[in-house]
């Protein structure tokens, strides 16, 4: 076999770039079945009110509609969004109806669907359907869900729809002891992932098969097809999930939505195909929104710095349903809230609370980009008060190398355990400040400089992902000589296809042209648990290895029989195999059919990224606006893969980071409609917003969890930009008294903190 290694670790260029550019992908509009019909919704223009009924006569008789499908139509008991991850019984409860069924419960909500002949004539439908609905009072804040006055499932008693707890050491005790504590409240706003392509389905059921084909799938695709399987009364088998090209996902697309069910469930009851894709407006309403959390949280510490202790609460506002997996930031927000320092006792509590407004779930670093945000400018603000310098805080409280494994608090209901596996934070800290210029830089704290005041900032951030439980990779050595890896992993724009392809080529020894990646359907392989939480490279990549070991070992086999040698005579090289004396047989001669292997990765143990962001912003007090002049993170994931497109992934990621920082937000009013439902209203950065932006990845600690060594790092640097820009702004603003305390920053919310602290 050649040398290994000449793949990976290689800046290739994405192989799937060429296509896009070109436009040529092949996204879900772009599909089309024989004798299509069009789908469109008809959603809760109310927050929260009894539905009494839904009158479609009038939708019925308009020219091209087919059906109007309710409540009524789809059965009895109605079908539920599952919770995906760490599902609970007490959560049950709170799961999402497909449609609207005795009572709305947030604005966008699905009440009906239209299926015509075209999406012009179903949205022309909508507007027929009477729709009786009792207003109730809406329930918007934290306030209101904890008063009870009005309960969204009166049948639980409460708004708060579950209760967190993340415990290490005795935290109390450490409290009793300490020479310095502070409590405050933080806030980060409600926002969302917001990708480039919205959502979008097309169904079709095969009646003579009895088989369900299902085209916009993404991230989960297997998860999916088990939820619609058992929601439709189908076999695994009878439904394939087919992905194609993706315009992004950020954890938000993938998730099992109302539509998910609606599309296919119209398909098979009206025997043709059926095609749904949602406008932007709908988008911004209906999918999946994230962040809303109140910290009231307190920090312990020796007058030199030690941190000893954390405690306090958290309020999710997880909206009117526990989606398929919204229990899982507020449960990380508490079990996260250390990050990358060395806190012996914690004790936090997460609830979720229900409201009326659109329900939340996972977006790159869920409960993560929170309390980081929430514990970087508590270590700020103990160091202002204690009279320190910010970084030899941070110095001194990092989990130090020797350390690991770390143990982080145990997380209950779950009893979920989890370390720190292996890296340094003090030589990545070290880096990052080399890189950025620190010394330089931090001489310019609070200065002002042509009407604007300049800060510098730092943060330190661990980045968890790459759990199992398992996934499954084929590959197939075809009669031509190439090699056809087959993946249960999910493309949604991480450059699948390129990273998975030089980890195979490595694997078999073989030249990157050799091999070929199929991913995007539930038909190729047995089993696969998708792309989410930073974990297709180290689990997809890793069943690769394991796939083609197998492979190889038949090919051992078929390669010894052919030169008449003994098992291990046998080398591979690029070309094939060969014996100790020379006799050479090509791959494309091993076999006259494809031989195959698969092979099936499992591991139950997160892998750990680490790394540390710096930031100088300038702001102007005239305005609040907040200007980012360099920003540069330096990041540890054990083993790259490629590391072009890993830098696509941090400085995405930072751009990201900086838009929930200092621009978006979901603005809703007292009666729970949304305020800010249109681009025009929320606000995204643009390229002209922010510098260039600089990433450092090394290799410093291999994680011990994987043939590749490889660390999960496709959210790493959104996590830290919170608290790191925050921290900045109130050195820049440190003479007006400025301590910002909740995101975004934009500029009303800037100039309105400088007004407030001018007024003291």
């Given at each position: 076999m050649s040398?290994?290694?000449r793949?990976?670790?290689s800046a290739l260029?994405?192989v799937e ?9 092949h996204?879900?509009?772009d599909?089309?079945?024989p ?5 469109a919704f008809l959603r809760s223009a109310v927050?929260h009110?009894?539905l ?7 939708a ?6 087919h ?5 009524r139509d789809?059965g009895?008991?109605m079908p539920?969004l599952p919770?995906r991850?760490q599902?609970l ?15 709305v419960?947030y604005?966008?909500?699905?009440v ?8 012009a004539?179903?949205e ?12 109730l009072p ?5 306030d209101?869900?904890?008063a009870?006055g009005?309960?969204?499932f009166?049948e639980h008693?409460s708004?708060?729809?579950m209760?967190?707890?993340?415990v290490k ?9 300490a020479d310095?504590?502070r ?7 409600r926002?969302a ?14 009646t003579d098969?009895?088989?369900l084909s299902?085209?916009?799938a993404?991230?989960?695709?297997f ?6 399987a058992?929601?439709?009364?189908l076999e695994?088998d009878?439904i394939?999930m087919?992905?194609g090209d993706?315009?992004g996902s950020?954890?938000?697309?993938g998730?099992?939505?109302p539509?998910d069910?609606l599309?296919?469930?119209?398909a098979?009851h009206l025997?043709?195909?059926?095609k749904?894709?949602e406008d ?5 309403m209906a999918a ?5 959390i109140?910290?009231d949280v307190e920090i ?5 710095g030690?941190i000893l202790?954390l405690?306090g609460t ?5 909206g009117?349903?526990i989606r398929?997996?919204?229990s899982?930031?507020?449960r990380n927000a ?7 320092y060395?806190?012996e006792h ?8 229900t ?15 929170e309390p980081?945000?929430?514990r ?5 603000l103990?160091a202002?008060d ?13 989990v130090p190398a020797?350390k690991m494994?770390?143990?982080?608090a145990t997380?209950?209901?779950f ?9 340094d934070?003090?030589?990545?800290l070290?880096?990052?400040?080399a890189e950025?210029g620190?010394?330089e830089k931090?001489a310019?704290q ?10 510098v ?6 980045e ?5 439980p398992?996934?499954?990779?084929r590959i ?5 000589g190439?090699?056809?890896v087959?993946?249960?992993?999910a493309g ?7 990273i998975?392809g030089?980890?195979a080529g ?5 030249p ?7 991913y ?9 648990f998708?792309?989410?939480h930073s974990r297709?490279t180290?689990?997809?990549?890793s069943?690769i290895?394991?796939a ?7 090919l051992r086999?078929?390669?010894a029989?052919a030169l008449g040698?003994a098992?291990d005579a046998?080398?591979f090289?690029e070309?094939?195999?060969r014996?100790?004396?020379?006799k050479?047989?090509?791959f494309d001669a091993?076999s ?5 292997a698969?092979?099936?990765?499992e591991n139950?143990k997160y892998?750990y990224s680490?790394?540390?962001l ?5 702001v102007d007090?005239?305005?609040?606006q907040?200007d ?6 330096t990041k ?5 893969i490629?590391?072009?497109t890993?830098n696509?992934q941090?400085?995405g ?8 920082t200092?621009?978006?937000e ?14 025009a209203?929320?606000?995204l950065?643009?390229a002209?917003?922010?510098?260039n932006?600089?990433?450092?990845v090394?290799?410093l600690?291999p994680?011990?969890?994987n043939p ?5 790092a496709g959210?790493?640097e959104?996590?830290?930009?919170g608290?790191?820009?925050?921290n900045a702004?109130?050195?820049a ?5 400025v ?6 920053l934009?500029?009303?919310?800037v100039?309105?903190?400088l ?5 003291k």
């Amino acid at each position: 076999m050649s040398a290994p290694n000449r793949l990976i670790g290689s800046a290739l260029e994405r192989v799937e770039d060429l296509r896009l550019l070109r436009g040529r992908g092949h996204f879900v509009a772009d599909i089309n079945r024989p004798d299509q019909l069009h789908a469109a919704f008809l959603r809760s223009a109310v927050a929260h009110g009894m539905l009494r009924g839904v009158d479609a006569a009038e939708a019925l008789s308009l020219d091209g509609v087919h059906a109007v499908l309710t409540a009524r139509d789809l059965g009895s008991p109605m079908p539920l969004l599952p919770i995906r991850l760490q599902p609970l019984p007490e959560l049950e409860l709170f799961c999402q109806p497909m449609l609207a069924d005795e009572k709305v419960r947030y604005v966008g909500e699905p009440v009906a669907v239209v299926i015509a002949d075209s999406s012009a004539i179903a949205e022309d439908a909508l507007d027929l359907i009477a729709v009786d609905i009792d207003p109730l009072p809406a329930i918007t804040n934290r306030d209101q869900a904890e008063a009870a006055g009005t309960l969204l499932f009166p049948e639980h008693g409460s708004n708060v729809s579950m209760r967190w707890n993340a415990v290490k050491g005795d935290a109390d005790a450490a409290f009793e002891a300490a020479d310095y504590t502070r409590r405050e409240t933080f806030t980060v706003q409600r926002h969302a992932a917001l990708f480039m392509e919205p959502r979008g389905f097309v169904a079709e059921w095969d009646t003579d098969a009895e088989k369900l084909s299902v085209w916009g799938a993404a991230k989960v695709a297997f998860a999916n097809r088990k939820i619609l399987a058992a929601t439709m009364g189908l076999e695994r088998d009878q439904i394939d999930m087919i992905e194609g090209d993706v315009g992004g996902s950020f954890g938000s697309r993938g998730e099992f939505y109302p539509e998910d069910f609606l599309i296919p469930f119209a398909a098979r009851h009206l025997g043709r195909p059926v095609k749904w894709v949602e406008d932007r407006r709908e988008h911004l309403m209906a999918a999946n929104h994230a962040r809303q959390i109140e910290c009231d949280v307190e920090i312990a510490a020796t007058r030199d710095g030690k941190i000893l202790a954390l405690r306090g609460t958290n309020w999710t506002d997880n909206g009117a349903y526990i989606r398929t997996n919204g229990s899982i930031a507020p449960r990380n927000a508490a079990q996260f809230m250390s990050g990358a320092y060395d806190i012996e006792h914690i004790r936090l509590t997460s609830y979720s609370l229900t409201t009326n407004k659109t329900p939340t779930g996972t977006y790159r670093g869920p409960g993560r980009f929170e309390p980081d945000f929430v514990r970087e400018r508590l270590i700020d603000l103990m160091a202002k008060d204690l009279g320190l310098d910010p970084l030899d805080v941070r110095r001194r409280n990092l989990v130090p190398a020797d350390k690991m494994p770390y143990p982080l608090a145990t997380m209950t209901p779950f009893e979920s355990v989890t370390s720190l596996d292996s890296g340094d934070n003090h030589a990545l800290l070290d880096r990052c400040l080399a890189e950025f210029g620190w010394n330089e830089k931090v001489a310019l704290q609070g200065q002002c400089i042509d009407g604007r005041y300049h800060g510098v900032s730092v943060g330190c951030f661990i980045e968890g992902g790459a759990a199992g439980p398992s996934e499954d990779a084929r590959i197939v050595l075809e009669s031509d000589g190439s090699f056809a890896v087959y993946l249960g992993s999910a493309g949604v724009g991480q450059g699948i296809e390129t990273i998975m392809g030089q980890i195979a080529g490595d694997a078999l020894g073989v030249p990157f042209e050799r091999v070929r990646v199929y991913y995007g359907s539930t038909s190729y392989v047995a089993e696969g648990f998708g792309s989410f939480h930073s974990r297709s490279t180290v689990m997809g990549g890793s069943a690769i290895v394991l796939a083609a070991e197998a492979l190889l070992e038949k090919l051992r086999s078929i390669a010894a029989a052919a030169l008449g040698c003994a098992l291990d005579a046998v080398v591979f090289d690029e070309e094939g195999a060969r014996d100790a004396d020379g006799k050479a047989v090509a791959f494309d001669a091993l076999s006259d059919a494809p031989v195959s292997a698969e092979a099936r990765f499992e591991n139950k143990k997160y892998t750990y990224s680490y790394g540390s962001l710096a930031a100088h912003v300038a702001v102007d007090p005239k305005t609040g606006q907040v200007d980012v002049l360099d920003i540069a993170s330096t990041k540890d994931v054990g083993r790259m893969i490629n590391p072009a497109t890993l830098n696509g992934q941090s400085v995405g990621s930072i751009v990201q980071g900086l838009g929930g920082t200092l621009l978006e937000e979901f603005v809703y009013d007292s009666e729970g409609q949304l305020l800010t439902g249109t681009l025009a209203d929320y606000l995204l950065p643009t390229a002209t917003d922010f510098p260039n932006i600089r990433s450092t990845v090394l290799e410093l600690a291999p994680s011990p969890h994987n043939p590749l060594g490889a660390k999960g790092a496709g959210e790493g640097e959104i996590i830290p930009v919170g608290g790191v820009i925050a921290n900045a702004v109130a050195q820049a603003l440190a003479s007006f008294g400025v301590e910002p305390m909740a995101l975004p920053l934009s500029p009303p919310n800037v100039w309105r903190m400088l007004q407030a602290a001018a007024d003291k």
